[in-house]
């Protein structure tokens, strides 16, 4: 154990979530096995070894998946508050083990610890959200063209659902998707990312422990182990109806054609290229604190991440200087240690991209405001610490207009009113949050309006990044248009149906058509 693990407990926390040195990471819900290769966990916090997680081969998978489609015929009978008791209390066993597991997403990936114990709370928000929801899988009733009829909608239970989860919130998007799919009736199977498998294993002994004390089927909440050819073995297999994937553009794109090579369904969460559009009548104070949390929390690395700031040139000077002289109170370090901002890149390879895209950005004609730079010395062995930066850019530059998974921030100017800056906010392939900031009305309602934002997420005076469970979660063009969470994202993880009843002792036919025999 390292010297930061010690001194932050990370080995207490590991033994109350239930690791090993070596664990394995196939998982039915009730046995555990694994024959693949060793995945290994390095801290980006200080570069040590974590843990090691066994892989899951395709004979493994085989039998995870004939588990879970077991598991989903009897899962799927027992009644949605049934269900959803099971939840609240795989929710208590959450708020019991809040801070371990909040730990150890932190030094698992990099984030801060108040980052990594907000990323728990949402599992348990969205826990609390899908008890409820049990009692709730409303469907509609509509009228009859026919006299003697009825007609209603119904939303069955789907299937068995997998789950491709990204590196970057390596808990709460599979709380998003399981807490729903679990109330729904739904099997899952999960793939966390291979840059986290140590928090995927503590995730599912939770779920274990709760779902053996309730006799849950086994396969009703199942995990899967490795790279993306474990990926693979789900959106290529015609018996998960539905994958959820979470994860690059790049990703999205390769998914997206596997599944519907077999004609299955989607839930597409991919990557952002986040603005947030500031207007004359903004509160300046305000738009300093959002931009630069929205860029340099999570040291850039969330979906949400503000990518760009579009400044109207009255105030762009005023704007530009706030910004860099907050970005000179900025501490960068161990994240578990509570007086940092900003803690590591989640890699080598994501520092190498970062370095790129300051050096394109400077290609193309760009303006370095902050200097970025890779930090070294005591505190800064794992080689993943980067210093925030901030570029002057154009929004066409190639660069701008991809996401650079990073705390690189590019500033731009609009003239002209708040359709100008639509123009540049909207002129990118991506399409999943953005803000406004400003105290005009007209404004404000414009960015909000049909041709206002085009993103998944628009907000007024607060910034692009995080999102409350309540809403729907998602963005639009190349973000792969799925939602989940909130407000009525459950629907995807169940299958319509629509039943007519005919009451009465004759057979009419719709629209009037005569049959006599
Ligand atoms: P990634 O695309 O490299 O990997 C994500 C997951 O997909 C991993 O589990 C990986 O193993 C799997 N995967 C990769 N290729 C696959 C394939 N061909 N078939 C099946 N599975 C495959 O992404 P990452 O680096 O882990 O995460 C960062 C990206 O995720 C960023 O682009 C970020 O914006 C995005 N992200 C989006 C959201 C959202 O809700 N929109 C949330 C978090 C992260």
Redesign the pocket.
């Known amino acids: 154990m390292s010297k930061i693990a010690e001194e932050f407990g990370i080995k207490q926390a590991l033994k109350d979530l239930g690791l090993n040195e070596i664990n394995n990471g196939t998982s039915t819900g009730t046995d555990w096995f694994s024959n693949g290769e060793i995945l290994e966990s390095y801290s980006p916090v200080d570069g040590a070894l974590i843990g090691k997680v066994k892989a899951t081969t395709k004979e493994d998978y085989e039998k995870v998946i004939t588990t879970a489609e077991k598991g989903f015929k009897e899962w799927r009978t027992w009644t949605a508050p049934q269900r959803g008791e099971v939840v609240r209390q795989f929710n208590d066993e959450l708020r019991r083990l809040k801070e371990p597991l909040g730990k150890l997403v932190s030094y698992e990936m990099g984030k801060s610890y108040q980052e990594g114990l907000g990323e728990v709370q949402e599992m348990i928000d969205i826990c609390d959200f899908a008890v409820g929801l049990s009692r709730q899988l409303y469907g509609l009733t509509m009228h009859s063209e026919r006299p003697g009829h009825r007609m209603y909608e119904q939303y069955h239970p789907l299937g068995v659902v997998g789950i ?6 390596p808990v709460a ?1 599979w709380a998003w998707n399981t807490a729903l799919a679990w109330v729904c009736g739904d099997a899952c199977i999960w ?5 986290t498998p140590l928090t995927s294993v503590a995730c599912q002994n939770i779920a274990e422990r709760v779902f053996k004390e309730n006799d849950v089927p086994a396969g009703v909440s199942c995990l899967i182990s ?7 073995m ?2 290529t297999d015609d018996r998960v109806p539905l994958i959820s ?8 794109k ?2 997206a054609q ?1 599944v519907a090579a077999r004609l299955g369904k989607t839930l ?5 290229n986040n603005a947030i559009i500031v207007t004359p009548d903004a509160n300046i104070k305000n738009t300093v604190i959002g931009a630069v949390f929205g860029a340099v929390g999570t040291c850039g ?5 503000t990518r760009r700031l579009i400044v109207h040139e009255d105030i762009y000077d005023k704007v530009k200087d706030a910004i860099v002289n907050a970005y000179k109170q900025i501490r960068i370090g161990n994240p578990l240690d509570e007086n940092n901002h900003v803690g590591p890149l ?1 890699d080598k390879d ?1 520092v190498k991209n970062y370095q790129a895209a300051l050096d394109k950005v400077v290609e193309e004609g760009g303006k370095i405001l902050v200097e970025g730079g890779v930090l070294e010395g005591e505190g800064y062995e794992s080689g993943c610490y980067v210093k925030p930066a901030i570029a002057e850019a154009e929004n066409h530059f190639e660069i701008v207009q991809h ?1 650079t ?1 990073a705390p690189v921030l590019y500033i731009m100017k609009y003239s002209g009113d708040v359709s100008d800056a639509l123009k540049l906010q909207n002129g990118v392939k991506q399409g ?1 949050s953005s803000a406004i900031m400003t105290n005009n009305l007209r404004e404000a309602e414009r960015f909000l309006s049909a041709e206002g934002s085009d993103c998944g997420i628009a907000n007024v005076n607060i910034g692009t990044s995080g999102a409350e469970i309540g809403g729907a ?3 639009e063009k190349e ?2 248009g ?1 939602r ?1 969470s909130g407000s009525d994202a459950w629907k995807v993880y169940m299958r319509r149906q629509t039943n007519t009843i005919n009451y009465t002792t004759e057979l009419p036919l719709a629209q009037g058509i005569k049959f006599d025999l």
């Open positions: 491709i989860s990204a590196f970057n919130f998007v793939k966390g990312s291979e840059k490795g790279d993306y050819k474990v990926g693979q789900m959106t994937a979470t994860g690059s553009i790049r990703m999205g390769i998914v596997a597409l969460e991919l990557g952002g690395q969330r979906c949400t991440s989640i994501a996401e998974f999943l979660f998602g963005g973000t792969g799925g989940e």
